[in-house]
């Protein structure tokens, strides 16, 4: 069976990505109930991270381990990688040794290099381009509370970063409407919005892009790398902000949504993230799931290495 990687949503068809979002939902089930399943016995999962992390290393690990497998965290500076060695050689040592190969990074050509010489699965655990994982966790927490987010209406509040690039495709591959409003310097890559037709909006209207959704998300505005951006950026986005009086133009039972950290009194007030119509909790336990699901779809039927 070929190697599999899964740097995009859009690496997936429609009915590979349902099927993800169901067996993540299925397992979530069993673990609740004590049941947890190896069916990965052995395998192991390299994780090299670039940029610091809380839920992506915690939940890959935990994945692993419900998994029957193993995760080995490699940092700059506790590996070659940080001395200079090129990323295309890392890709092939690693290939030799591990099963599967998670990177989260800053630079999106990075990991396209790395699963351009890699003979092990490559999964894209964040880029400054996209963050597909989170994506899976976002999704399988609406199934959980709504079903169904085909026909929905989802609005994207702030910067037009990796996560609202992943919920373009989202919108893409699950025919729901996804609005985005954003300042004008900092909407999402226009081609990517073309290329999604008239499943996306942008607009600099907050306002505009809230009414009538069903489903509202925000993230920081100023990402990893960014944090010398943070005072400009604060006052250009201050309308955006996700508070009460905002969620109120949304359906009324609207979802709340945030991939954290959140920084509250910024992009979202606390009354919202810690409200009744927020599900950020669960939406960032279910990294844990989604995660197994898709180590799963990807190790599954290939031969350990």
């Given amino acids: ?139 399988q927490t609406w199934y959980e509370y709504r079903g169904s987010i085909q026909g929905r209406t989802v609005a994207w509040l702030g910067d037009g970063n990796n996560m609202c690039n992943s919920y373009i495709n989202a919108a893409r591959l699950l025919d729901f409407k996804f609005n985005v409003a954003a300042p004008a ?18 607009t600099t209207d907050p306002q505009a892009a809230v009414a009538g959704a069903d489903l509202v998300v925000t993230d920081v505005w100023a990402s990893m790398g960014q944090e010398e951006e943070a005072q400009s950026r604060a006052a250009l986005f201050m309308p955006y902000q996700v508070n009460a009086a905002l969620m109120q133009l949304a359906a009324p039972d609207a979802l709340f949504m945030h991939c954290l950290p959140a920084h509250r009194g910024e992009e979202v007030t606390a009354e919202v993230i810690d409200g009744p119509q927020s599900v950020v909790w669960e939406e960032a336990g279910n990294r844990l799931h989604a995660q197994k699901a898709l180590l799963e779809f990807l190790l599954a039927a290939l031969p350990a290495t």
């Fill in 1 to 139: 069976m070929a190697v599999r990687h899964f740097l995009s949503l859009m690496d997936l068809e429609r009915d590979e990505l349902e099927r993800i979002i169901q067996r993540a939902i299925a397992v979530k089930s069993d673990v609740r109930q004590g049941h947890i399943s190896q069916p990965l016995p052995g395998r192991v999962l390299a994780m090299i991270f670039e940029k610091s992390s809380t839920r992506t290393r915690v939940s890959f690990e935990t994945a692993m381990a419900h998994l029957g497998g193993h995760a080995i965290y490699l940092s700059p500076t506790g590996s070659q990688i940080g001395r200079g060695e090129p990323i295309e050689d890392t890709a092939r040592v690693l290939s030799q040794m591990v099963d599967c190969i998670m990177l989260r990074t800053y630079d999106h050509a990075t990991i396209e290099t790395l699963a351009a010489y890699a003979t092990v699965p490559v999964i894209n655990g964040l880029s400054d381009t996209l963050h597909p994982c989170q994506l899976l966790a976002d999704l």
């Fill in 185 to 202: 310097d900092y909407a999402p890559d226009a081609d990517r919005v073309a290329e999604a037709g008239d499943r996306v909006m942008v």
